[in-house]
T-cell receptor, first 112, second 114 residues
Framework: AQSVAQPEDQVNVAEGNPLTVKCTYS??????LFWYVQYPNRGLQFLLK??????LVKGSYGFEAEFNKSQTSFHLKKPSALVSDSALYFC??????????FGSGTKLNVKP | NAGVTQTPKFRVLKTGQSMTLLCAQD?????MYWYRQDPGMGLRLIHY???????AKGEVPDGYNVSRLKKQNFLLGLESAAPSQTSVYFC?????????????FGPGTRLTVL
């Protein structure tokens, strides 16, 4: 069965500190992994994705994510958090053309 | 280029009423999807379409019907609304010319069923 886990409902960081939002997946075959961000009362916006190649993927707004096949993880990171990064973050996995499986979301709070 | 748009943005229904949610995309995408978002559960796929005239069931299809009569539009219908269908509904679309193509989301429809 395919599934995505985001073990933290909420992550709190101070502005300027590094942030990590965790994601692990369980899927057969080769996964395609995504991070999306959702601001209040808005739809999901694409941040970055891993398809193949370099395990470190760089995306929008200074975010990056590291694919770790042995640990089946795809953690989202940013070296220096901004207050404007506060939002809801979703990890998603796809293994074919048709279906995406989303995690339950992690609320990121960046405090000044 | 408006991307993905959804109509309406908000709606309140009484139990047993029916309604249709409209999703439109102007990116010439083949694939379209309907999700529902509930607190603590992420997004769950209701139905999807791989092209004009085709639809398929997702993870939580019961109580919903869909139609894709035109490539740019994907309609989600609730024939007899129930309180359990109170949720935020998101439409998405993608090219899906290859695995891993990005999905683009609409702004959502907040539905309350009393």
């Amino acid at each position: 069965a395919q599934s995505v886990a985001q073990p933290e409902d909420q992550v709190n960081v101070a502005e300027g500190n590094p942030l990590t939002v965790k994601c692990t997946y369980s899927v057969s075959g080769n996964p395609y992994l995504f991070w999306y961000v959702q601001y209040p009362n808005r739809g999901l916006q694409f941040l970055l994705k891993y398809i193949t190649g370099d395990n470190l993927v760089k995306g929008s707004y200074g975010f990056e994510a590291e694919f770790n096949k042995s640990q089946t993880s795809f953690h989202l990171k940013k070296p220096s958090a901004l207050v404007s990064d506060s939002a809801l973050y979703f990890c998603a996995v796809s293994y074919n053309f048709n279906k995406f499986y989303f995690g339950s979301g992690t609320k990121l709070n960046v405090k000044p | 280029n408006a991307g993905v748009t959804q109509t309406p943005k908000f709606r309140v229904l009484k139990t047993g009423q029916s309604m249709t949610l409209l999703c439109a995309q102007d990116m010439n995408h083949e694939y379209m999807y309907w999700y529902r978002q509930d607190p603590g559960m992420g997004l769950r796929l209701i139905h999807y379409s791989v092209g004009e005239g085709t639809t398929a069931k997702g993870e939580v299809p019961d109580g919903y019907n869909v139609s894709r009569l035109k490539k740019q539009n994907f309609l989600l219908g609730l024939e007899s609304a129930a309180p359990s269908q109170t949720s935020v509904y998101f439409c998405a679309s993608s090219y899906q010319r290859e695995p891993g193509d990005t999905q683009y989301f609409g702004p959502g429809t907040r539905l309350t069923v009393l």
